[in-house]
């Protein structure tokens, strides 16, 4: 879906938003409240600069708008893959990018995720997957890796992968498999603006991602591993 397109609906009220080499920022009004809107557009890869523009914006608005919500838009293919990159210490500023999401979160700014058209690898990790409640639109594409260069990567033949994604969501493309993985906290059909209300109405209760992964049968070790962890006992796998 195309960003503005996307903004409009989800903001009938109006908002602010900009695009700068398809990074997005500005602010936006939801039933009369403020909200801090940062994210990426045009499948961009998150290469440093873009990764940095985010963490500003984010310190930006824990500085000058304590406690305001932050939606972060998603729309991208993963990190840069360039050899600048990675000697400029690309890991570095994806690590500071999360960091700065979790002093958002630490300092009262409830952050929702929405990845509105493809969301792939560290570029997703870094931002949806560091948001309070990830959400997404119908038609999104999730993955952490496509299947052939999964393939390639683990040895493992492609149509074993693929034979494996028709039952287990871990393998499998999607935002209905991440949605039963517990990744993602909803799938946004219809009135996009009532959702995104509701979704900043909704409490935060600290991380259901596992819990949630065992309720909907996408990931059924995740959450007994840590309540054994917690517990300090021991997992009887059946």
Known sequence: MDWKKLADTLFPQGHTIVEKNEFLSGDAQVDGQPVAVIGTTGHTPIGVEIALAQAQAILRTVREFPG???????????????????????????????????????????????????????????????????????????????????????????????????????????????????GLESIWNGDLAQHLRAALAQPVAGDQRSALGLQRGGRRWAQPVIDAVLSGSHVQRA
Not at 81 to 107: F, P, Q, T
Not at 114 to 119: E, F, H, S, T
Not at 149 to 164: D, F, G, Q, W
């Open 68 to 182: 305001r919500p932050i939606l972060m838009l998603i729309d991208t293919q993963g990190q840069r893959l360039r050899h600048r990159d990675e000697m400029l210490g690309i890991n570095s500023y994806m690590a500071h990018l999360g960091k700065c999401v979790d002093l958002a979160r630490r300092k009262g700014h409830k952050i929702i995720g929405l990845v509105y058209d493809q969301a792939l690898s560290g570029g997703f990790i870094t931002s949806g997957l560091m948001a309070d409640a990830c959400h997404a639109l119908p038609d999104a594409t999730i993955r952490v890796m496509g299947l052939p260069a999964m393939a390639r990567i683990t040895k493992v033949p492609e149509e074993v992968l693929t034979e494996l994604a028709q039952s287990n969501p871990v393998f499998a493309p999607g935002p209905e498999n991440y949605l039963r993985m517990g």
